[in-house]
C-alpha cells in the first residue's frame, strides 16, 4: 500500500510545485514610453562622481555597450542572463529611450520582484529556516515578493515588517519577529541588530557588550534602548502580539553603572525602550512597536533611505556604493530641506558657470543623499530608485579600462570611473547556466517541466557553490570547489549537453554557417558577439564537422564560456 | 586580512602563474618528511551531537551520575576512562585528557559554534573556525599540496568553515569518506577536455582584454589552475583506500568514522594542513547508555588506530589530534534513559603535534550541584544551582595553546566588516606544552 502512495505523494508534491510557480503569469513586454522626471537625480548623480573624479584626476571608462548594459540589468535584477530572443528584439528595438524601456520592462517582470524580495529577505531574516514551525521563510518571501510586485511604499513595508502582530502563517511580515523566537523567550538583541543594520544601514553590534569604540555616538545604552523596544513583544499560540506585562531586562551593567545603582548583584535591570536620536520622530500612536517603526521610517531619518540606496546599488554594482553594506559612517544629520536650500542658496551666488560645480556638495552630501533625497520625495518608491541608478553613468561604464596599473586602478574603482567586477553570486550564476541552455526566456510563461527543473537545479546548485545567507554582498574569491563544479559536474552537463530542446542541440543541428554557429553561442552564454580571434579559434575547431561531431564542439565551446571568468563574475 | 589586503593577496599569487592551464603535476615531497623537519597539522575527531563525558573520558563509574556507566584503568597511571574503549585506553597515554572544558551554548547549532570557533555566536559576526584559522596562517605550498589545505570529511551538519577569513578557506567537504570524490574527475576524453581548456585559455584572453588587473585580481585563473592542477593530481589517491592494507583498514573500523580517520592520516601523510573527521549520532536524549555504545564501537578502533598509525609512521610529533563535541550531557539520566545537552563541564582528547602528555586537567562534580568542595563555585543557571569543574579550561584557552604550537600568534587578528577580532581571546595553557 505505502509503494502505491509514495509516487501518487510525489507526484501531488511537484504538482503543488508547479502551480505555485504558475500562479502568477504575465506577458511581458516592452513598454513604448516611459515617464522622464528622472533626470534631476540621475544629473545630480553623475554631477557628484564627475566633480570627484576630475578633483582626483581620474579618467572615467568609455560608456559600455547597450547589450552589455542589458546583462547587467538582467543579472542584478533577476539573477540570469538576457536570453537569445531577448537579445534578438532588444537588438530590434530601435526607438528612442531604449535601455530606460527596457530596465522597465524587467522591473515589471515577476522575476524582478521574486528576486529582489529574495535579497532584501536575506537582509531581513537571513537565509536559514530558522525556528520549526514558528518560522515560515518561504510565506515572508511570497509575501515580501507581492509588495514589490503591486510597488507597495518601501517604507510602509518595513512598518508592516516591524510591527505587524498576528500568525506568521496569516500575517507573514510576522516572521521578522518570530524567526528571533526560541521556546518562549524573544532574542532581543538579534532584533536589536538586524533593525540597524538592515534598515538603518549601521552596525550597533559593539554596543551590544561596551560603548562603541571607535563611533562616539554609540553607546551600550543606544543598543540596549533598541533592543528594548522590542521587550514587550511576545509570541504564543496566536502569533505575534505584545504583552504589557513583560520587559527587556539586563544583568550585565558594563558601560550603564549609573543606571544599575542601587541594584543587588543578583538582581536585573528593567531597561526601558529609547531611541539613540530624535524622539519626536517616535510614532504617537499604537503599540510599542508601531511607533517605533514610524521612527526607523520618519521621513527626516536619513539613515533609513541611505540604506536602502546603498543596498540596492550594491545590488546593482555588485558592490555598494559603501561598504560595508550595513556599517555605514554616520550621515551628516541635516534635514533635507536645509541642505536644498544651501544648495539652492549656493547655485545662486554662482557668479560663473565653473562656480556651478557642486563643489560644497561634498560637505554634506553624497551620492547616496541624492539618491536617498529623491527615493523619499517619491513615496519611498523602490522601483524609481532602480531606475535612478541603472540610467546613471556609472551603471553604463564599460569594465575595461586604458589603466593598467594596479594602485591607479584601484582609484578610478574607488571613484566610480570603471564598472567593478564582482563574483556572481551562485543563484545568478545557475541561473545564467540555466538560461544560456535554452533559446527562449526562461520565466513564468515557461512550460511547467522546464521551470521545475529550474527551480530544483537552481536550489542544489546553489547549495553546492556555497551560500554566502545575509553576508552576500559582501566580496569573495572563488572556490575550488567552485570551479569544480563548474568544470566537471552532471549540472553542468546536463545544461550544456545537445538535445533536441535546448540551446546547444538547436545551435549545431539549425545554425546554417559556422559564424552563425560561434556568434549565436556567444550571444546566447555571453549576451555578445566574438572577438575576431576567438571567432577564429572556434571556426578551426567546427572546420567541416557535421552531425555528433559538430554537437560535441559546440558543447565544448559551451563549456569554456561556462567555465570562463566573464560567465562567473559581473562586469 | 582586509577585502583589499585579500584581493592584493590573490593578485600577488595569481601574478606568479602564467595564462596557462596545463600546469604539470608535481610530485609531493610532504609525504616523504617527517619529525621535526614538518610542517605541523591538525586533526580534529568532531563529536557531532555532544558527546556524553560519562560514557567517554570522564566514566563516574559507581556513582549516582554514573548510570550504567564502568571504567577501565588505561596506560596512563590514574587514568580511569568509560570501559567502552579498551582499544584507546591502551593509547591514551600518548594524550592529555581534559574533564573541565566550560560553555555557555547549550544548542546544537550556537555550541558546535562556539567548539568549532572559540566564540559565541553574535548576529553578524562571522568567526572563522580555528581550523580555518590554523589554514590561513600557515598556508601550504601549492605547488606541493595541490589537493584542498583543509578538509571535512563524514558530513557533519555544521562543516568547519572560513567565516570572515574568506571562503577559500571553508573546508572542503567530503561526504563519504574514502570513495571517489564527486566532481573530481572531468566527463570528457583527454581530447575534448584539451579542447575545451585550449578554447577556455582563449576565451579568458579575449576577456582580460583592457581589464587585465581587473581579471587577475578575481583570482579566476588561479582557482581553476588549483582545481585542474588538484584534477590531474596523484595525491587525489590520498582520498581513497587503495594500498592499505585488509589488516589496517579493518582496525580503523568499516565505518564512516573509520575509513574517514584512515583518509584523514593519509592527507596529512601528504601534507594537508587541517582534517576534520566527524562522527554523527552522539545526541542521546534516549537510551543513552545503549547509543553510546553504539558510537563506542566506531570510535574506539578509529581512534586508537589513528593515534597508533600516526606514532608507527612519526607523524604524532607533527600533528595534533583533538577529539571534542559541542558539549557534554546531563549528570542525570533522564525518564527516557537519556542524557540531555549540558555545557557546564564536558570533556575533550587533545595531544601531539607537541603537546604535553599524559596529562589529566579538571575534575568535574559527580553530583552537578556544585558539591566539590570550598573554592569551587556555583552558578545559577535557570532555577538551578550548578557546581563548577575543578581547574575550569575555556575552549579559547584550549585554541590559544594550539595556535601556539602550531606557530601561530593567539592574538593574530582576522578583520570583520573593518572591526579586528582576535583569533583566540584566551590564553595558552602553558603546562600542556611540551618542554614549556
Known amino acids: 500500500m505505502k509503494a502505491r502512495i509514495a509516487p501518487l505523494l510525489i507526484a501531488a508534491g511537484v504538482f503543488a510545485l508547479c502551480f505555485r510557480m504558475i500562479q502568477s503569469p504575465e506577458a511581458t513586454e516592452t513598454p513604448r514610453s516611459v515617464e522622464d522626471d528622472l533626470q534631476t537625480a540621475v544629473s545630480e548623480v553623475d554631477a557628484y562622481l564627475d566633480f570627484r573624479r576630475e578633483q582626483e584626476n581620474v579618467e572615467p571608462a568609455k560608456p559600455a555597450d547597450d547589450l552589455l548594459v542589458l546583462r547587467r540589468l538582467a543579472s542584478s535584477l533577476m539573477g540570469t542572463v538576457p536570453s537569445l530572443e531577448e537579445i534578438r528584439q532588444f537588438e530590434a528595438d530601435k526607438d528612442p529611450g531604449r535601455l530606460e524601456r527596457w530596465t522597465l520592462r524587467y522591473l515589471n517582470d515577476p522575476r524582478f520582484s521574486d528576486y529582489f524580495a529574495e535579497r532584501l529577505a536575506r537582509c531581513f531574516v537571513g537565509a536559514e529556516n530558522g525556528p520549526f514551525i514558528i518560522f515560515r521563510r518561504d510565506r515572508f518571501v511570497n509575501w515580501l515578493s507581492d509588495q514589490i510586485r503591486s510597488n507597495e511604499p518601501y517604507d510602509g513595508i518595513i512598518r508592516q515588517v516591524v510591527a505587524t502582530d498576528g500568525l506568521w502563517t496569516s500575517e507573514p511580515a510576522s516572521n521578522f519577529i518570530t524567526i528571533a523566537s526560541s521556546e518562549g523567550d524573544i532574542d532581543e538583541n538579534m532584533l536589536a541588530t538586524r533593525t540597524s543594520r538592515a534598515f538603518l544601514g549601521q552596525s550597533l553590534d559593539c554596543a551590544q557588550c561596551h560603548d562603541h569604540k571607535f563611533n562616539a555616538d554609540i553607546k551600550r545604552s543606544d543598543f540596549l534602548g533598541v533592543a528594548a523596544q522590542f521587550g514587550t513583544v511576545d509570541v504564543g499560540g496566536l502569533g505575534v502580539s505584545d504583552y504589557a506585562g513583560k520587559f527587556f531586562e539586563v544583568d550585565d551593567f558594563n558601560d550603564i553603572e549609573e543606571m544599575a545603582e542601587g541594584l543587588g548583584e543578583d538582581e536585573k535591570l528593567k531597561f526601558e525602550p529609547t531611541v539613540p536620536f530624535h524622539p519626536e520622530w517616535l510614532g504617537k500612536e499604537g503599540s510599542p512597536r508601531q511607533k517605533f517603526a514610524e521612527w526607523i521610517t520618519h521621513e527626516e531619518n536619513r539613515r533609513f533611505h541611505r540604506a536602502i540606496a546603498n543596498r540596492v546599488w550594491g545590488l546593482m554594482f555588485g558592490r555598494p556604493f559603501i561598504t560595508p553594506v550595513d556599517d555605514m559612517p554616520n550621515p551628516k544629520d541635516r534635514p533635507y530641506t536645509d541642505v536644498a536650500a544651501d544648495v539652492a542658496k549656493k547655485k545662486a551666488e554662482a557668479t560663473s558657470p565653473a562656480d556651478d560645480v557642486p563643489i560644497y556638495w561634498h560637505e554634506y552630501r553624497d551620492v547616496l543623499d541624492v539618491l536617498a533625497e529623491d527615493f523619499q520625495s517619491h513615496n519611498c518608491d523602490l522601483r524609481r530608485l532602480v531606475k535612478v541608478i541603472a540610467r546613471s553613468k556609472a551603471f553604463r561604464m564599460a569594465s575595461t579600462h586604458a589603466e593598467d596599473d594596479e594602485m591607479a586602478l584601484f582609484d578610478i574603482e574607488e571613484h566610480w570611473g570603471v564598472f567593478p567586477m564582482t563574483r556572481l553570486r551562485p543563484e545568478q550564476v545557475i541561473g545564467s547556466m540555466l538560461q544560456s541552455s535554452y533559446i527562449r526566456t526562461v520565466n513564468q510563461n515557461s512550460h511547467m517541466f522546464l521551470r521545475f527543473i529550474r527551480f530544483t537545479r537552481e536550489r542544489g546548485f546553489v547549495e553546492q557553490y556555497g551560500d554566502l545567507g545575509d553576508q552576500e554582498l559582501t566580496e569573495r574569491s572563488g572556490t575550488i570547489p567552485q570551479a569544480l563544479l563548474r568544470m566537471n559536474s552532471g549540472m553542468t552537463r546536463e545544461t550544456i549537453e545537445s538535445g533536441i530542446f535546448q540551446a546547444s542541440g538547436r545551435i549545431a543541428s539549425m545554425c546554417e554557417t559556422n559564424e552563425d554557429v560561434v556568434d549565436t553561442i556567444y550571444l546566447v552564454c555571453v549576451s555578445r558577439r566574438p572577438l575576431p580571434e576567438e571567432k577564429e579559434h572556434i571556426l578551426s575547431l567546427l572546420g567541416d564537422a557535421k552531425g555528433n561531431a559538430r554537437k560535441t564542439i559546440v558543447e565544448d565551446v559551451y563549456w569554456a564560456l561556462f567555465n570562463s571568468p566573464e560567465f562567473s563574475w559581473n562586469h | ?436
Open chain 2, 1 to 436: 586580512m582586509t577585502p583589499e589586503i585579500t584581493r592584493r593577496t590573490v593578485l600577488q599569487a595569481a601574478a606568479g602563474f602564467g595564462l596557462s592551464f596545463a600546469l604539470p603535476a608535481l610530485e609531493s615531497r610532504a609525504a616523504n618528511q617527517r619529525g621535526p623537519e614538518r610542517e605541523k597539522s591538525l586533526i580534529v575527531l568532531w563529536m557531532n551531537g555532544g558527546p556524553s563525558q560519562l560514557e567517554t573520558w570522564d566514566p563516574h563509574a559507581g556513582s549516582k551520575t554514573g548510570g550504567q556507566a564502568t571504567a577501565i584503568k588505561t596506560n596512563l597511571p590514574g587514568l580511569e576512562i568509560s570501559s567502552m574503549y579498551p582499544q584507546v585506553a591502551e593509547q591514551i597515554g600518548e594524550l592529555n585528557v581534559i574533564r573541565s572544558l566550560v560553555s555557555d551554548e547549550g544548542d546544537h547549532e550556537r555550541g558546535t559554534y562556539f567548539v568549532k570557533t572559540g566564540y559565541r555566536p553574535l548576529p553578524t559576526v562571522i568567526h572563522p573556525s580555528m581550523s580555518a584559522i590554523v589554514t590561513c596562517e600557515k598556508p601550504v605550498d601549492p605547488k606541493e599540496v595541490q589537493i584542498p589545505a583543509h578538509v571535512s570529511l563524514g558530513g557533519g551538519q555544521f562543516p568547519a568553515r572560513g567565516g570572515s577569513l574568506g571562503s577559500q578557506y571553508d573546508a572542503f567537504r567530503v561526504y563519504d569518506p574514502g570513495q571517489e570524490l564527486t566532481n573530481s574527475r572531468s566527463p570528457v576524453q583527454d581530447e575534448r577536455q584539451e579542447r575545451r581548456l585550449a578554447t577556455l585559455e582563449v576565451v579568458s584572453k579575449a576577456f582580460a582584454k583592457g581589464r587585465r588587473v581587473q581579471t587577475d585580481r578575481t583570482g579566476h585563473q588561479l582557482t581553476v589552475e588549483r582545481a585542474l592542477a588538484m584534477m590531474s593530481s596523484e595525491q587525489l589517491k590520498a582520498f581513497k583506500l587503495d594500498g592499505e592494507s585488509g589488516h589496517l583498514k579493518a582496525a580503523y573500523g568499516d565505518s564512516s568514522f573509520g575509513r574517514g580517520c584512515l583518509v584523514a592520516r593519509r592527507l596529512i601523510e601528504n601534507g594537508v594542513r587541517a582534517v576534520e573527521v566527524s562522527l554523527n549520532g552522539w545526541d542521546t536524549h534516549i537510551s543513552n547508555h545503549e547509543g553510546c555504545q553504539t558510537q563506542a564501537r566506531s570510535l574506539d578502533g578509529a581512534f586508537a588506530t589513528l593515534i597508533s598509525d600516526l606514532k608507527q609512521r612519526d607523524l604524532l610529533d607533527s600533528t595534533i589530534v583533538l577529539c571534542i563535541g559541542e558539549f557534554g550531557r546531563t549528570p542525570e539520566v533522564n525518564n527516557a534513559g537519556g542524557r540531555d545537552h549540558w555545557p557546564h563541564w564536558f570533556s575533550c582528547v587533545v595531544g601531539g603535534g607537541g603537546f604535553n602528555k599524559g596529562m589529566i586537567i579538571g575534575e568535574s562534580d559527580p553530583l552537578g550541584i556544585g558539591e566539590l568542595g570550598p573554592g569551587i563555585k556555583s552558578k545559577k543557571v535557570g532555577n538551578k544551582l550548578v557546581g563548577q569543574p575543578k581547574d575550569p579550561i575555556k575552549v579559547p584557552d584550549l585554541y590559544a595553546t594550539i595556535y601556539s604550537l602550531l606557530g601561530i600568534d593567539p592574538k593574530g587578528e582576522f578583520y570583520f566588516k573593518s572591526r579586528p577580532v582576535p583569533y583566540s581571546d584566551g590564553t595558552a595553557v602553558k603546562r600542556l606544552i611540551a618542554n614549556a
